[in-house]
């Protein structure tokens, strides 16, 4: 049996350990939930004030210039393509994912004119098909063709009609990890592009855009990246598509001239031209004070130990809980850096492990979903958590529970 | 000649003068590019705070339901509707006011699918275009008909092939107003449907959306609603739309049940469909204690004071300042609440202007631009603007410039 001993022992040797202190975390919560809202960095409220106060509050509108307000869709994306394997000046943060899917796969086909099939996941997060629905209607002709969530499945969809290819890395539900550079390689191999969402890898495990050959990628920076609550998604266009791309969702701040107020819209060079409005300068700053927790951190390392966190939380269900199903791949390379577990009554098990301060979350019907973040949570954290687990396994609260609460948001 | 006796009249009979102590602006500025970015209330950067440590830092996850997030954006909206005279439940606040407009326009165009035409104002504010053509590249088949600056010119253009008609309230560069009543029921007659763009007369100039009968609305909240640095747009859906409306931008804050994550897009009732991906918490909190700010203001006593704010520059421009030329309509019923004042070295002046601590903006080619926000202007601050003009003027400096800045954003 897994013990504490153990546990402590992980923690001892953990290189990131001290990362921990940078993070404002509510005292005797364990918090797994930082896949659907990361948690708050010591710092981050300074810096918010700060823009506040400061940038806005004395700037006033000179700060757009003077505090670098206009170069901060790109600065972030820059920061945050160390973490995802992207060169500079690929990524612009901005929007939200949903908008930034719209304007990827609106991209993609305009990039194929002569195709108008999109691939997809039958068990895609949602808001990617609810997108492609909006843009389907939009576009009056677009084939949304759904398979999966089998890989191979997947890539038997990909053939010459297909414009273009759109994925989750790690599934949302079941941490399933794809393989998407050979996903592209199959893409590109018909003429495709590839287009991968990373809200649930990106800040949590290994991502390689450059390397992969994506020609897009979208993410949320509000789970792994601790953005804040409906902090800006960010968007990655690969840089041999920036001479000659176009998106339909076209505004000023993406404009090459913007305040040559010209009639007709010219696009910025690069990826500056998938910026649509005016972006929001007081939720960059908390992301930009998010992004500093990663200063001087291994990435690989920290991946490596979210990874480590999974493994024990899945050895210690698996010895201590068997009445849970471990719904996530066992295997490493496969899986993202949350685990999924299977119960009838998962509702009720996340409301009792949240009265003993453990905090996960819910998706239907039947899962308990618990986020292992690496920057902040301990492996004795998963200890308690397990625990927690046994304790209301024990007591099966949901004999007399008549309701489930309402599930909290990803 | 008008003197500081009056100016300092004008202030005490002023019923709104007090509201000025609610904002935190620099000492000794004269801040008149409200119009652009609003002034930082003093309890903004504590509610804010609020909401990264409460909120996000220790209810984490959970304050999605706990702490009311999920409702944000209809109750904000239901806050603006006060100011722009639409009763509850048919505004949102979310995204920008260029993505607003991309959802508002495809909705008039699936209300009236057998219609391709769009009238919009020659001269409207470039994002307007800019959106247009992004919407316009995805449908294929959209045609743009501009008309204007002349009102007679613009109804004219409206007929039985017209799907959509967008305009600005208030144009951005001269102030100019247009009589969105009488546009609407030119629209209505013609089978096609209003859309106003309220970037710059929400919260400075009386808005009646449900007595002007419009059908749909957009609007900032940075500008005269002292938002903050690209605080959320909002969008007004008349309620008579609500049951059969769709638009294209459809993620999964707009979905009826968004955590059953059902696999085809189910609208939410009402305006709540119009809300796309996760909104923005934090820029949520700023704009809810912007807000605040109207508590207990005679909203109609401030556009009146807007108003005389306006007359008086206009009155002191004129007589000691004639090298400008006042481009704005000098009439009420016809203006918004800024002042355009073209002179060839308009960038020198704004930038001599700012060394004078009184701050506006230009907008190209040669229109000094000054916005007079009534919550947190004085009578005063105009009579010392218009001596730092004249002092400008008197100096000449730009005969010994070779360069101009670069513009502010609007």
């Given at each position: 049996m897994t013990g504490r001993a153990d546990a402590e022992a992980l923690d001892a040797a953990d290189?990131?350990?001290?990362?921990?202190?940078?993070f404002a975390l509510p005292r005797g919560v364990v918090y797994l939930g930082g896949n659907s809202l990361g948690a708050l960095g010591t710092r981050t409220g300074a810096k918010v004030a700060e823009t506040v106060?400061?940038?806005?509050?004395?700037?006033?509108?000179?700060s757009w210039n003077d505090a670098g307000w206009w170069d901060r869709p790109l600065a972030l994306g820059d920061r945050i393509g160390r973490l995802v394997g992207a060169s500079a000046g690929q990524i612009a943060v901005c929007d939200s994912t949903s908008l930034n899917i719209y304007k990827a796969v609106g991209a993609a086909l305009q990039l194929a004119p002569d195709r108008r099939v999109v691939v997809a996941e039958r068990?895609?997060?949602p808001t990617d098909r609810y997108v492609l629905e909006g843009l389907g209607s939009t576009l009056g002709d677009l084939e949304l063709r759904l398979a999966g969530p089998e890989p191979g499945e997947l890539a038997a969809?990909?053939?010459?009609?297909?414009a273009a290819v759109l994925v989750n890395h790690?599934?949302?539900?079941?941490?399933r990890r794809l393989d998407v550079r050979a996903l592209t390689v199959r893409a590109h191999g018909h003429g495709a592009v590839a287009i991968v969402d990373l809200a649930h890898s990106a800040g949590a495990i290994e991502v390689a855009l450059d390397d992969w050959g994506v020609d897009f990628a979208v993410g949320c920076?509000?789970?792994?990246?601790?953005?804040?609550?409906?902090s800006p998604a960010f968007i990655y266009v690969a840089r041999?598509?920036?001479?000659h791309v176009s998106q339909p969702l076209s505004g000023w701040h993406g404009?090459?001239?913007?305040?040559?107020?010209?009639?007709a819209y010219e696009p910025a060079p690069?990826?500056?031209?998938?910026v649509c409005g005016t972006p929001p300068i007081v939720a960059y700053a908390a992301l930009d004070a998010a992004l500093d927790?990663?200063?001087?951190?291994?990435v690989l390392a920290a991946f490596e130990k979210g990874q480590a966190l999974v493994d024990l939380l899945v050895s210690l269900v698996d010895e201590r809980?068997?009445?849970?199903?471990?719904?996530?791949?066992?295997?490493r390379a496969l899986r993202g850096s949350h685990v999924a577990l299977r119960h009838v009554h998962a509702h009720s098990i996340v409301r009792e492990l949240a009265t003993r301060h453990v905090v996960g979350d819910v998706r239907e019907p039947d899962v308990v979903r618990l986020g292992?973040?690496?920057?902040?949570?301990r492996f004795t954290d998963v200890l308690v958590a397990v625990d927690a687990l046994r304790d209301v396994l024990d007591h099966e609260?949901?004999?007399?529970?008549?309701s489930d609460p309402r599930p909290t948001v990803t």
């Open positions: 290189p990131i350990a001290a990362v921990r202190a940078r106060e400061r940038e806005w509050g004395d700037g006033l509108v000179s068990d895609c997060f969809a990909i053939d010459d009609s297909v790690v599934d949302y539900r079941s941490a920076t509000y789970k792994y990246l601790n953005g804040g609550p409906g041999r598509h920036h001479d404009h090459a001239r913007p305040f040559a107020f010209t009639t690069g990826v500056r031209r998938f927790v990663w200063d001087g951190v291994d809980c068997p009445e849970l199903e471990v719904a996530s791949p066992r295997d292992l973040a690496p920057l902040y949570l609260p949901w004999r007399n529970s008549t």
